[in-house]
T-cell receptor, first 113, second 109 residues
Framework: EAGVTQFPSHSVIEKGQTVTLRCDPI?????LYWYRRVMGKEIKFLLH????????ESGMPNNRFLAERTGGTYSTLKVQPAELEDSGVYFC???????????FGEGSRLTVL | GQNIDQPTEMTATEGAIVQINCTYQ??????LFWYQQHAGEAPTFLSY??LDGLEEKGRFSSFLSRSKGYSYLLLKELQMKDSASYLC??????????WGAGTKLIIKP
């Protein structure tokens, strides 16, 4: 069974540009989470999808971040325009049941210059 | 506010035993996770505790005391490959995962 996959693995962009990160959860997993880890700091929750609906987006830092999950399958996280402080590793995770194990993707490293 | 506390860094010797502690204060509690993360990689699941007591899984064991807001991860027969960050995370009443900053474990020969 394929795991959670994320693309791209690493993206280097300049301040002001746009980047879109993609996450393909494990097939059948309705719950999808986005997290971010900034260098040297703890993992921070960004948002939680249940199928195509945003269950909780309280962790989204500001309106430069837009997440979508059309059709309840893959999800995208767009940062527009990117700022220096957006640099970090963005992890996606999916889970079958709300109290089960989270399966993480390898992460997308974003570097904003 | 909600917070998870764990030591920043620990050092142990190959073959020995190490205990990594985690204390938490959250709005509600629906389970505690331990994850292992090697540098540059995604976290991998180690354990999940929702009831008090000790859960043993091979060389790794995890303990939970809900009344004390306390958990520990016990690693036995340490191997060099166990050098990694160990992350404690708690699901609160909204099933949101609250993460600790992680404990960097250094294993020496």
């Amino acid at each position: 069974e394929a795991g959670v996959t994320q693309f791209p693995s690493h993206s280097v962009i300049e301040k002001g540009q746009t980047v879109t990160l993609r996450c393909d959860p494990i097939s059948g997993h309705d719950n999808l989470y986005w997290y971010r880890r900034v260098m040297g700091k703890e993992i921070k929750f960004l948002l939680h999808f249940v199928k195509e609906s945003k269950q909780d987006e309280s962790g989204m830092p500001n309106n430069r971040f837009l997440a979508e999950r059309t059709g309840g399958t893959y999800s995208t996280l767009k940062v527009q325009p990117a700022e220096l402080e957006d640099s970090g590793v963005y992890f996606c995770a999916s889970i079958l049941a709300i109290t089960g194990e989270l399966f993480f993707g390898e992460g997308s490293r974003l570097t904003v210059l | 506010g909600q917070n998870i506390d764990q030591p920043t860094e620990m050092t142990a010797t190959e073959g020995a035993i190490v205990q990594i502690n985690c204390t938490y204060q959250t709005s509600g509690f629906n389970g505690l996770f331990w994850y292992q993360q090697h540098a540059g990689e995604a976290p991998t699941f180690l354990s999940y505790n929702v009831l008090d007591g000790l859960e043993e899984k091979g060389r790794f064991s995890s303990f939970l005391s809900r009344s004390k807001g306390y958990s520990y991860l016990l690693l036995k027969e340490l191997q060099m490959k166990d050098s990694a960050s160990y992350l404690c995370a708690v699901t609160d009443s909204n099933y949101q995962l609250i993460w600790g900053a992680g404990t960097k474990l250094i294993i020496k020969p």
